[in-house]
């Protein structure tokens, strides 16, 4: 009796395998791996290949931890030359030519009346570390321990820092109502709402029956970016600069996300001119690597020794590569490279509006851009002196764009109230050509997700 050899049996895919074995073994608090089903092998600037060969246009960049792009050379030869040189890679906080140089680097960037006169806390290896040490540090110099905080913001996810974040349920922290341009909380817009937003923030304050003890400190991010990507206004930074140190608060920038070359300043209160009190910064001040500190006026470095440490705070790989990265930036002048780009890239957006209703609106600051995607059937809209009318944001919408934007090879980020605001974060190495491939690619995608039939059906956003 013959016998009869079995069928081959066609095996997936090995990227395919490495998704399955991580839903399988990975929690259910795993966030970008949902919307972005890939698997990177190899990177470089802003590309990324995938285990399947597809190659992708990184418009994410480690949310916003890339300043560089992946494996920039300069980064990759700092990191070379700490290990080939013996150097220690573990020192807790132990003094080190490495930590020398990233410090004298960092401090070069800063503000300058705000670096002649700050010392520095290296804090653990996430900006949410670094937020609750900010609000260790104003608490221990002011012995008060409320906190000011806004609406939309995100801080990150330790405790007090959710705490202090948008989407905080049981806090001990004022929320206060941050300006927006589309849908100001006030239904005027413009300046006219920034104002009042300032004016509600004086007299609650000031007020002895409004129920909010003295505060230690106001933290606040000069363009929210998990909240949808909204610059505060430079006039309004201003008013807060003038109300906290009218009232000895604290001001912590939360420059986290914001910071290095960003959104075309090196530090995001450049352009309002203000010098906060504090700041948190942290994601490309490593150059690719985990690092965090916080930056502060002298006068508050009242906590004992050891108020705030953590076992990896003296990542010697990370300060070499944020040392280089922060030089590269400073020399190569990208910021303001990220101004004039960014502003370009908005432009470009802003006109595709003109054929897309479900445009709500286009914003941002440098290359740090959103855009907010709406249902212009649904209603009822929401008034606002600036733009007449906001009509409801569309999530369902928004997780199309980005499932249409992944085939297309462009890796986007989606963020706001809803998680309708589709966010681009490229790196400040981006090229002329590369922004237009990322606006094209954008624009053919929303055409796409815009037709499906299934875009209704979506189930919204997965963060």
């Not at 009869?4 to 399955?20: C, D, F, N, S, W």
């Not at 980064?75 to 080939?84: Q, W």
């Not at 401090?107 to 804090?123: G, K, V």
Request: hydrophobic content about 40%; some cysteine.
């Amino acid at each position: 009796m013959a016998v009869t050899e079995p069928a081959p049996v066609e095996l997936p895919p090995a990227h395919e395998g490495i998704l399955r074995r991580q839903a399988l073994r990975e929690s259910a608090a795993r966030t970008y791996a949902r919307s972005l089903p890939i698997v990177p092998v190899r990177a470089r600037g802003m590309t990324i290949e995938g285990a399947d060969g597809r190659r992708y246009l990184d418009c994410l960049s480690g949310a916003g931890t890339l300043a560089l792009g992946h494996n920039h050379p300069v980064v990759l030869e700092a990191v070379r030359k700490v290990i080939d040189s013996g150097a220690p890679l573990h020192v807790l906080d132990l003094a080190t030519p490495v930590k020398d140089a990233f410090t004298t680097e960092l401090f070069s960037t800063l503000p300058r009346e705000f670096a002649d006169n700050a010392q520095i806390q290296f804090c653990g290896p996430a900006g949410t570390d670094a937020v609750e040490a900010a609000f260790k540090l104003v608490r221990a110099a002011t012995g008060r321990s409320e906190l000011l905080a806004f609406t939309g913001a995100y801080h990150g996810m330790t405790a007090g820092a959710l705490a202090a974040s948008g989407g905080a349920t049981d806090v001990r922290v004022t929320r206060l109502p941050f300006p927006h341009r589309y849908r100001c909380p006030f239904g005027t817009g413009g300046e006219r709402g920034s104002d009042i937003a300032a004016r509600w923030t004086e007299y609650l304050l000031d007020d002895p029956k409004s129920g909010v003890p003295e505060p230690a400190a106001m933290i606040l991010e000069p363009v929210q970016g998990e909240g949808g990507v909204n610059p505060a206004p430079d006039s309004w930074m201003r008013r807060m600069r003038e109300i906290t140190r009218e009232r000895s608060i604290a001001l912590i920038a939360d420059e986290v996300q914001t910071g290095v070359g960003r959104t075309g300043t090196f530090w995001a209160v450049e352009h309002s001119g203000i010098v906060p009190d504090v700041m948190v910064l942290s994601k490309a001040i490593g150059g690719s690597l985990p690092l965090a500190v916080i930056v502060y006026r002298s006068e508050l470095d009242l906590w004992q020794p050891g108020a705030h440490a953590g076992t990896f705070r003296g990542n010697q790989l990370a300060m070499a590569a944020g040392a280089a990265t922060l030089a590269y930036v400073r020399e190569n002048r990208l910021a303001e490279r990220a101004g004039t780009l960014g502003a370009r890239m908005l432009a470009a957006l802003q006109a595709l509006s003109a054929d897309h209703p479900s445009i709500g609106d286009v914003r941002g600051r440098g290359l740090m851009i959103g855009i907010e995607l709406v249902d212009p059937e649904a209603g009822p809209p929401t008034v606002t002196a600036e733009n007449g009318s906001a009509p409801p944001p569309d999530p369902a919408l928004a997780t199309a764009v980005q499932q249409e934007c992944l085939r297309r090879g462009l890796i986007v980020e989606l963020g706001g109230r809803h998680g309708a605001v589709v966010r681009l974060l490229p790196p400040l190495t981006l090229t002329d050509e590369q922004a237009t491939a990322v606006v094209d690619r954008l624009a053919d995608a929303l055409r796409a997700a815009e037709r499906s039939p299934y875009r209704r059906a979506a189930a919204g956003p997965t963060r």
